[in-house]
């Protein structure tokens, strides 16, 4: 026989019982402290002993229950065995699945009659193997968490020596290039110096050797004053030409005076370079300053594509116009962020990246990664997205507001552009995504 076939009789047996075999028929609650009398009923000693109190005066002594008569009062013991059986009947020995609780042998046959009941211990022996299933569950969710740790701890170790050794070697290129602009300072002012030495020099040599001619031409000049002032003639004539003759001036007669600018164009070539190297380090730091924000973790998520002018504002950036690109035609003004077209000519001064052919204007600023800004305008504008190093005198092709021609260039190379476009307030906004090759109207 199974085990589940020893479980399914002990519970029929059970079941074919009720509660009034273990229940007293004087008190007809369950029986404590059970007697049993010589006619077979049962009985709480205290509830028969009542009763056979109660008729100690008559003599006779009978089972409440089939009456029979006992004489003389028989002595009354506990039946342990069924006393045992009582109260194993309390003991929550069984389960209901259907209330999903332990219950006694009573409650059984009262309260869950009916329902789907199992030994409490078959029910922990299923509940035992499902507990061991979760917890070899759970414990592999451990591992697998613990290696997660693990691999944080390891990513967050890689994060902290990556950041510091480019911390080191941002601040050893730092210093290199602090040193070569220390050097070239020292270079350019030992040359300044250097040439300024060697000028002052040849000029006082100049100098003195003026002052030598000065001073001999006041000599002979006296001579002849002197003999200017004889008043014999012919001592005159006879002193005459003894003088020495008027020797050859090694200078010009005279310095050409001219405006000089001396080292002022090395002062303008220096602060052409300042310009040079600000709008590289501009550049460069937008680039680098994006490349920090976009480093690579291994938590990293894709941003989510941006579908909203709220969601496109997170890229926007501030744009000003490059006075040295505007060409001639163009005016700037309100702080180099607003531009308009003249039909007279401007007078800038001559620059390399001023554009000569198309009356257009560079921003200063780069765009790297992806960009947003917003445009208003007036007229016909044309807007395009395009090389810091593209020819001045050719034509970009151009995002045409007015004409919704929705194309941005780089020279030759296309990006991804997304424009908004309001036609009654003359206003749009706009989207470049960098290294990309399709146009994307939003």
Not at 170 to 175: A, G, N
Not at 230 to 246: C, I, K, R, V
Request: proline share 3%.
């Amino acid at each position: 026989m199974s085990f589940q076939d020893a479980e399914d009789k002990i519970i029929v047996n059970i079941l074919s019982l009720d509660r009034e075999t273990f229940s007293c028929s004087i008190c007809l609650d369950l029986l404590k402290d059970p007697v049993t009398t010589s006619c077979g009923h049962s009985y709480c000693m205290k509830c028969i002993r009542t009763q056979w109190d109660a008729e100690d005066q008559k003599g006779n002594h009978s089972c409440p229950q089939c009456r029979e008569t006992f004489t003389p009062r028989p002595v009354l013991k506990k039946n342990i065995m069924l006393a045992a059986l009582v109260e194993s009947c309390l003991v929550c020995l069984m389960f209901c699945r259907t209330d999903q609780k332990c219950i006694c042998l009573i409650c059984l046959m009262e309260e869950h009659k009916d329902h789907d009941i199992v030994l409490a211990a078959a029910e922990r022996t299923e509940r035992q193997r499902e507990l061991e299933e979760r917890r070899g569950n759970i414990q592999q969710r451990i591992q697998d968490r613990e290696k997660d740790v693990k691999l944080l701890q390891q990513e967050v170790e890689a994060i902290n020596h990556s950041a510091d050794k480019t911390v080191e070697d941002s601040e050893k290129i730092f210093s290199e290039l602090i040193r070569l602009l220390q050097k070239r300072s020292s270079d350019v002012k030992q040359q300044i110096r250097s040439q300024q030495e060697t000028e002052v020099s040849r000029f006082k040599d100049v100098q003195e050797k003026l002052e030598q001619e000065i001073t001999e031409l006041k000599r002979k000049d006296a001579e002849l004053e002197q003999l200017s002032h004889t008043e014999d003639h012919n001592q005159f004539l006879l002193n005459y030409p003894s003088l020495p003759a008027l020797s050859e001036s090694t200078h010009s007669s005279s310095i050409n005076i001219r405006p000089l600018r001396h080292f002022e164009d090395v002062a303008a070539a220096v602060s052409e370079l300042r310009d040079l190297m600000m709008d590289v380090l501009r550049d460069s730091w937008t680039n680098i300053s994006l490349m920090v924000t976009e480093v690579d973790f291994l938590l990293s998520e894709p941003e989510p594509e941006p579908k909203s002018r709220a969601g496109f504002f997170k890229y926007s950036c501030e744009i000003t116009l490059d006075p040295n690109t505007a060409n001639t035609k163009l005016i700037l003004s309100e702080g180099n962020r607003k531009v308009a077209a003249m039909h007279q000519r401007q007078s800038y001064p001559t620059h390399p990246d001023r554009f000569t052919g198309w009356p257009q204007v560079l921003g200063r600023e780069s765009l790297t990664g992806r960009c947003y800004w917003e445009v208003e305008w007036t007229g016909r504008v044309r807007l395009a997205a395009a090389y810091k190093n593209i020819k001045t005198n050719m034509l970009m092709k151009f995002i045409q507001m007015n004409e919704l021609q929705h194309e941005a260039w780089c020279e030759k190379q296309t990006v991804n552009c997304r424009i908004c476009y309001s036609r009654a307030a003359e206003a749009g906004s706009e989207c470049v995504d960098w290294h990309s090759d399709e146009m994307t109207r939003m």
